[in-house]
């Protein structure tokens, strides 16, 4: 994994206190099906779908969802729960979790396994049936304000997406007043760096290999050009 940077002890406390109030927040907003109850301790759950496993046919099969969701992404939850069992984040709800142990090398295991939870369901989010098409006036306002034009960002995404070496994800996210696109390795996610996600692409190769083998850019542009889901951006920008 591509670990965060490490900062000075006042800068980690700072940045620890940012992402728990960032995930919280985002979670709120649009996962809301992720946090755990504030009465009674109870394991992390899968979230449901928020369509069926064959509703992004053709451009993702039910095969690849149903392997991806199913197995992977449940993977992920499963070992969460095992790892932090009787511990002190058992309590906690997942974006809780990943702002305790982001950036401490002990806690790796938990990070990748909660942070990989989190970014799936965002995922999961950031594609709609039918989607694709023109953003809402008020992203695409700030879409050309930031890139040019809708296309302009749709291609650095899928630089983004393609030239991510090995597993990881491309990001639309918010940096203060600025849209910007970012990449992430493994299981990091942009707000251990100060960033507010407002969709991804996951480019691990079980996303998308049963459908596309190694044909990456297929992949990322057929998810720009026909699933990806503008109305989720605009919900996370606030």
């Known amino acids: 994994m591509h670990s965060p940077l490490l900062f000075p002890s006042e800068q980690v406390t700072r940045r620890r206190q940012f992402l728990g109030t960032s995930l919280g927040l985002l979670a709120a907003a649009s996962l809301g099906s992720l946090a755990r109850s504030a009465q009674a301790a109870s394991p992390i759950v899968l979230p449901a779908l928020p369509y069926a496993e064959s509703a992004l046919n053709p451009v993702i099969s039910a095969n690849t969802i149903g392997f991806h969701y199913g197995k992977h992404h449940k ?19 997942l974006e809780k979790i990943i702002a305790a142990v982001a950036g401490k090398a002990d806690k790796t295991a938990i990070f990748n396994n909660a942070a990989q939870t989190w970014n799936h369901t965002f995922y999961w989010h950031s594609l709609r049936p039918n989607g694709g098409g023109e953003p809402p006036a008020a992203l695409k306002q ?10 302009a960002l749709k291609k650095e995404l899928a630089t983004a997406a393609t030239s991510q070496f090995g597993s990881g994800w491309a990001w639309l996210v918010a940096d203060g007043d600025k849209l910007k696109v970012v990449k992430t390795g493994n299981a990091d996610v942009p707000l251990t760096a100060g960033l507010k996600p407002l969709l991804t692409i996951d480019v691990w190769e079980h996303a998308y290999y049963l459908d596309y083998q190694n044909r990456r850019a297929d992949y990322v542009n057929a998810v720009l050009d026909k699933l990806i889901n503008w109305e989720f951006a605009l919900k996370n920008l606030g």
């Open 75 to 93: 993977a992920y939850v499963d070992n969460l729960n095992k790892l932090i069992a009787g511990s002190d984040l058992a309590d906690l709800p």
């Open 142 to 151: 700030r879409i050309d304000a930031s890139f040019g034009s809708v296309d």
